[in-house]
């Protein structure tokens, strides 16, 4: 089931059960190619390992809460095996040290988002911003604008988005990091998003990575062209005969850090891998 393609979008439902039935467990649209009927029973067998996964998880967080738990022996494997979704937020904000950061910094998030409301309609990654809004996740309910009441997390998602174009006005915004917001909005709180997508954005991706050139991405590119040369060069042959550079793919890979590309259970796993303080 991790093997299922990512967030594409299927014909529409009218019925309420039915469109509830052809979502997986984070509210994405399952692939098409994956019956309801599958995926229900791929969940059924996942849930009895997650009942596991939680008592051992819970056991780590109290012997070893907070930054602390990166000097657990345990943790790689279990990151691997996965973090069950009740304690998903807790576990990216004390590895990553974005939860020390929103200590250490209790009005920095306030105080851009008051910044940024003073600019609105002057400023050009605000604007960008905007534009963007709304093509991010259309098809899932929290984000299409179908949902009109607490759930609705298109304002959280501006506010998130505005406040970091602030705190770093040299990068201010790119597209792909409303994807990358996004998904952390799905378990975190606006506050604890915006110091996560801080951490990601500047301590552990390579400079310039969403400079106006894009030339930290360009970098991983390239790295990543080296990679695919050395490991699968029968492939790799294949594709230079056909004339596909990785650059036609694999761009929009890194510039929301796949969140579109991957089944989402896939993607929780490598999006906590991509943290900097990830045990590899």
Known sequence: MEGQEGHQRPESHTNGEADAANRDLYGFRIDPMVSPSDYKSW??????????????????????????????????????????????????????????????NPQTYRQMLEEAEKLKGADDALAQIELDLHRTFPDHLHFSGEDTGSKNLVPVLRRVLYAYARKNPKVGYCQGMNFIAGVMLLFLQEEHAFWLLCVLLEDFLPPNFYSTDLRGCSVEIRAFRDLFMTKLPKLWKHFEKSGVDVE???????????SKKLPTET????????LPCFPM
Do not use: H
């Open 43 to 104: 969940v059924a067998k996942y849930q009895q390992k997650l009942v596991k996964r939680r008592s051992k998880w819970q056991g780590l967080l109290m012997k070893t809460p907070g930054p602390e738990m990166t000097n657990n022996k345990n943790l790689k494997k279990m990151i691997r095996k996965g973090v069950v979704d009740s304690f998903r937020g807790q576990v990216w904000m004390e590895i990553s040290g974005a939860s020390n950061k929103m200590k250490n």
């Open 248 to 258: 036609f793919f694999c761009l929009d890979w890194f510039i929301c850090l796949f």
């Open 267 to 274: 993607l929780l796993r490598v999006r906590l891998t991509l």
